[in-house]
């Protein structure tokens, strides 16, 4: 049976994953400024996951039939000092994602909300990997150190990342 309480929770985290996919749109654009386009396309490209977060919450709310609702965003953080500055921040913050989707997943559970908490078991299995991405580049990162050459191939090597969709017009 469909929880509405679990349902009102999915909404909340459906603005979390929309904060997600603004802040790593946000660090791209510093990226892009700073004509690091490699960094960028890989934060393009997180962007882009958290957007299919987003579309899979909300292809779940509507399957459950309850109703998606689209909040208000707070601007995010413009500029990072450096690279390790930013991927620290993204370590972070996939963490506290990792948090929110526990969470959901304990409250399901302890809902007897079954469709729910096969539905969040995917995303539980999701956060593995995005904290493990996020921290391979931070640890590549902090061996590197500020090496020019080295943050110079990186950023190469991070722009071979391909967006889980195109992001073209």
């Keep these: 049976m469909a929880?509405?309480?679990?349902?009102?929770?999915?909404?909340?985290?459906?603005?979390?994953?929309?904060?997600?996919?603004y802040l790593?749109?946000?660090?791209?654009?510093?990226?892009?400024?700073?004509n690091q386009k490699g960094f960028a396309g890989w934060f393009k490209a997180q962007a882009g996951e958290e957007m299919i977060h987003v579309m899979k919450i909300y292809g779940f709310l509507y399957e459950r039939l309850s109703k998606?609702?689209?909040?208000?965003?707070?601007?995010?953080q413009a500029s990072w000092s450096s690279p390790l500055e930013a991927f620290e921040a993204a370590l972070k913050h996939e963490k506290f994602i990792t948090g929110c989707i526990h969470s959901l997943y304990k409250q399901a559970k302890d809902l007897g909300d079954y469709?729910?908490?096969?539905?969040?078991?995917?995303?539980?299995?999701?956060?593995?990997?995005?904290?493990?991405?996020?921290?391979?580049?931070?640890?590549?990162?902090?061996?590197?150190?500020?090496?020019p050459m080295a943050l110079y191939l990186l950023d190469k090597e991070l722009g071979a990342r391909k967006p889980p969709f195109s992001l073209q017009g």
Excluded: R
């Design 68 to 76: 998606a609702e689209l909040p208000a965003l707070e601007k995010p």
């Design 24 to 34: 790593y749109w946000a660090m791209a654009a510093d990226f892009e400024a700073k």
């Design 115 to 147: 469709a729910g908490e096969v539905f969040l078991q995917w995303f539980v299995n999701e956060q593995v990997e995005e904290e493990a991405n996020a921290d391979e580049v931070v640890q590549k990162l902090q061996t590197l150190g500020n090496q």
């Design 3 to 21: 929880s509405e309480k679990l349902n009102e929770a999915l909404n909340m985290q459906l603005k979390e994953e929309l904060k997600s996919a």
